[in-house]
């Protein structure tokens, strides 16, 4: 009588699944046919191995009848399946082209078994996973499959240039205008006169936020597409497809690749004349956007979002000479007016100076060495305008952003006249900030007078010539340049009086800096009392 060997109680049990595989369906129909042979072979080899723990699972993973060129077979996404639900430790087969004849596929599959902790063996190939060598020979494998798959990435390269420098079509996006029709692009007679439509129109138009707001009045959509079973495209205008489409050289007859463009076998649908001019536009349009970002000098540019995602633009319009700069939702830009936040365009100077005063108190931050710009790039992440509250994220890996979790509010509300916005305080011990106009109007007087004393113009006319602004505006903003010091220095503080404007500046009379100040003094308690109230019992509001 012999003993059953007795096995260590340290030996973890490992559970084997064998995969078997025939190609054919030849001698399937036989009582033991290749899959019982494969089987019977993997399940003797498990026997051996039973003093490693090892133990065969009764479940049958045969794939009967099925090739080995794809993964795509039910009795292993079976198996991968129970090894994803933790059921199998090792994989067992007869030979490995029995798993996959595909290299690429092999590593795929080796990915997964890695992932899971899945042994993998090959009982006639010696190949086994479990051991160091078997490993060495499975980092071989994998280096032979990456060479195989960046060789035919080589190849496929290889042949589109060779294909698109002949002017052929090979395939991708077609473009709208025309179908593809046996692997050649053919013309679409009702999209290519939509096509011609959109480059006139943005020639006449000179802008694509307003081309795309004609485009959805008329119904005009992009393409649609079939993409795997579902539909794509056929959806309004966006500025980066409207310029994408303006800019595509297929029109004219030519097939790109790699950034040269070559003479196509399709018919073209535009004049070379016509595309020629749409592009001098795109590129003035181009520079100038470049030129009103660059002149900016936004501080929260690349920071600032609306509501709904859209990231905000720095811009800028002027008026009667003066520049007003402000952020606008992108979706502004792109002609997508209803799909901007519910705040689309904000005063730059107001939201900035709000954003660095409270970013500094929020982060304990009072060292003035420490630039604003210095302290936006280190410590925002994102800042957030909402109807009443402005959230600012900051960045995880600040360590004063550490300080302060995450993210913090703070209110605001926005102006009702005029659509663009006017900040409130954050609280009472906010200091208070100078009025963008006010100080653009103190600038600008000082400016005009030292052009006048300099002699660069010789009048105010010639000025007002120069700077497009009428003689009588002129001479109204010039007594800004000789407000009493005081004055000046509350309005660079931001404590002058609530009712002071540049319009009340510009109409004061006096000369004296003591007449000035009692000017404004007595103008400013006239409007806050209430009509009837007059008196010195008066209210005030």
Known sequence: MTRKPVRSASIKTLRCAVYTRK??????????????????ACEAYIKSQASEGWTCLSKRYDDAAFSGGTLERPALRRLLKDIEAGLVDVVVVYKIDRLTRSLSDFAKLVEIFDAQSISFVAVTQQFNTTTSMGRLTLNILLSFAQFERELSSERVRDKVA????????????????YDSRDKKLAVNPAEAKTVRMIFERYLALKSAPKLIEELDRKGVVTKKRALQGKTAGNVPFTYGSLVYLLKNRTYVGEVGHDGKWFEGEHEPILDRELFARAQEVLKSNAVRRRKQRAETGALLSGLLYDDRGHRMSPSYSVKNGVRYPFYVSAAILKGRKREAGSIARVGAPQIETLVIASLRKHLQQQDDAVTSRT?????????????????INLKADSSSAERAAGSFDMPWSPAKKTGLVEISEPNDSSPPSPKSELVQALVRAHVWLAQLKSGTFKSIEDL??????HPKNIRLGLKLAFLSPQLVREILRGEQAPAITVTSLGNISELSWMGQEAALKSRNSHRIMRPGAAGDQGHVT
Request: net charge positive; with cysteine.
């Open 464 to 469: 007002a010539q120069a700077v497009k602004i």
């Open 375 to 391: 302290l936006l790039e280190q410590c925002v992440d994102r800042i957030t305008i909402f109807p009443a509250k402005i959230t």
């Open 162 to 177: 060779a294909s698109r420098k002949k002017g052929k079509w090979t395939g991708g996006t077609v473009p709208l205008g």
């Open 23 to 40: 190609s054919t369906e030849h001698g399937l129909e036989l009582e033991f046919n290749s899959l019982d042979a494969q089987r019977e």
